[in-house]
């Protein structure tokens, strides 16, 4: 059985973690997959949004420990390579997909698996997930990008509790304090994640990918720095043909339809220039 399984929709991706037995616990084979998939998905332009889930009765559990035992002799797995080759490309591999990405948590969300949920554009769960930050609990620190996400979306004080006492948090809860998107009754999540991955693959792609970049600068930048990100992202923006369809459109008193199609190659070096500063 495939440890991850790659659906083909309309104009977007679903992709599914798929160990159930393991409670879809990362392995090295299951991150190449995933990898590899998420790779098809940015280069392929029918594909203008994706949806990240997991089978059976949880989204991700994090890493298997069943893969990171003592080897030979006692020997202690080296734990930063893991981070290092596996977990850190797959969550910047999320962040710069250039096209939404949302997360369906569709049961308990722990360790590397509640990160990675987080890595993602928007994050539905079902009211009975729950999200572990278990790292506590085997003496480990969140990885993943947990130490980034988590004081940035519920401040520095729930952070350190969260990561500290490890406790289980509720999708409810979660949504309230600004940790996913929302809660949503266990049998709607996934029409619910399907319909709004459905609705953004028609909507501006170009413009959301550079939305996501513009997103992604904020926290370390100046109010000065991310204004002038604004404006050279902005003029980008304005050169896609979407733009151009949503004031036609406009102007029409219709609907636009989006196509998601690239700047023209006519696009000025200057902007180009301007937006990678």
């Not at 970049?213 to 930048?221: F, G, I, T, V, Y």
């Amino acid at each position: 059985m495939a440890s991850i399984r790659s659906e083909q929709r309309r104009e977007w991706r679903k992709i599914v973690l798929n160990r159930p037995d393991r409670l879809n616990a990362f392995n090295d084979e299951m991150h190449e997959a995933l990898a590899r998939v998420l790779d098809e998905a940015a280069d392929d332009v029918r594909c203008r949004a994706v949806l990240l889930t997991g089978e059976g009765r949880a989204f991700c559990a994090g890493q298997d420990l069943n893969d990171r035992r003592s080897g030979e002799g006692g020997a202690e797995p080296d734990l930063g390579d893991t981070v290092e080759r596996f977990y850190n490309p797959l969550v910047r591999r999320l962040r710069s997909l250039p096209k939404p990405v949302v997360c369906a948590v569709n049961g308990v969300a722990a360790g590397a698996g509640a990160n990675i949920a987080l890595a993602c554009d928007i994050v539905l769960a079902t009211r009975s997930a729950r999200f572990v930050q278990a790292f506590a609990k085997i003496g480990l620190i969140p990885d993943s990008g947990g130490t980034f996400f988590l004081p940035r979306l519920v401040g520095e004080a729930r952070a350190r509790a969260l990561v500290m006492t490890a406790e289980p948090l509720a999708a409810e809860t979660a949504a309230a304090w600004g940790l996913i998107w929302k809660a949503v009754d266990d049998e709607a999540l996934m029409s619910e994640a399907e319909a709004l991955t459905d609705h953004l693959a028609t909507q501006p792609t170009q413009g959301l990918a550079l939305a996501k970049r513009a997103l992604a600068a904020s926290a370390a930048n100046t109010l000065d720095a991310q204004l002038d990100l604004e404006r050279d992202l902005q003029r980008l923006a304005g050169q896609t043909p979407d733009y151009r369809e949503a004031v036609q459109a406009f102007l029409g008193k219709r609907q636009p339809k989006f196509t998601g199609q690239p700047r023209p190659p006519n696009a000025t070096a200057s902007a180009l220039a301007g937006a990678q500063s």
